[in-house]
């Protein structure tokens, strides 16, 4: 079983659309804040297996807006919760050029507790390849935490998708977030249906990366 460490039960059935066996898992891990997804990700994931001692599988996910040097990025959720989608779109519109590009960008980290085979698939970046090579590697990097406090290293296998659009006046009651205001060839991800969306989303895009790479975890 594998464990997808949410509250949105929208992801869940992204998941399920390129592996079976996915099971949501409600943990609040600790967020940390970073200039990155990946970082973020990863001492979520680090954190989400200690607490349920199985495979998980924990997302991180922005929207870079292109001349706002990449915001709001890591911190979206907590813009639309403090600004609100259509407040974004606004701001944007107006100091930006019409229509303003963007990116959606997903982070998957996955943790087993285990080390990492060796492929073209980096370990979590950096030295954490070292980390999952050798089991005795320290973060380097102390806002992922385990040096911090003292702990092993857990290896983390990252996995990344991206989608490129722009950000229009809100379209379409469908999906969740940002999806009314960004526009992927001409519909916005608010106008699609679950699986239009899914297709060729951020999310779907490292799903799909993940879901080629996980069999070879069981052999």
């Known amino acids: 079983m594998l464990r997808y460490v949410t509250t949105n039960a929208g992801k869940v059935r992204e998941a399920r659309e390129y592996l079976d066996g996915v099971e949501q898992l409600d943990y609040d891990y600790t967020e940390i804040q970073a200039s990155e997804l990946g970082p973020i990700a990863a001492r979520g994931a680090r954190e989400a297996y200690r607490h349920a001692g199985e495979p998980v599988l924990v997302d991180d996910a922005g929207l870079f807006v292109e001349g706002f ?9 907590y813009v639309e919760d403090t600004l609100g989608v259509e407040t ?25 507790g285990a080390p990492f085979e060796a492929s073209p698939d980096p370990v979590d970046r950096d030295d954490r390849s070292a980390a999952a090579a050798a089991g005795e590697a320290r973060e380097r990097d102390e806002s992922v935490g385990d040096e911090a406090e003292g702990r092993e290293a857990l290896p983390v296998k990252l996995f990344h998708g991206t989608v490129r659009g722009r950000i229009v006046e809100a379209r379409g009651d469908g999906g969740f977030g ?9 519909t916005t991800f608010g106008e699609m249906s679950a699986a239009e969306k899914n297709a060729v989303s951020h999310r779907g895009r490292a799903f799909a990366k993940f879901a080629e790479w996980f069999p070879e975890r069981g052999e």
């Open 88 to 112: 974004v779109q606004r701001l944007v519109a107006r100091e930006l050029d019409e229509p303003p590009r963007a990116s959606f960008r997903c982070v998957l980290a996955y943790c087993d």
């Open 69 to 77: 040097d990449g915001f709001p990025g890591p911190y979206s959720a």
């Open 178 to 186: 940002y999806d009314p205001v960004f526009e992927h060839d001409g």
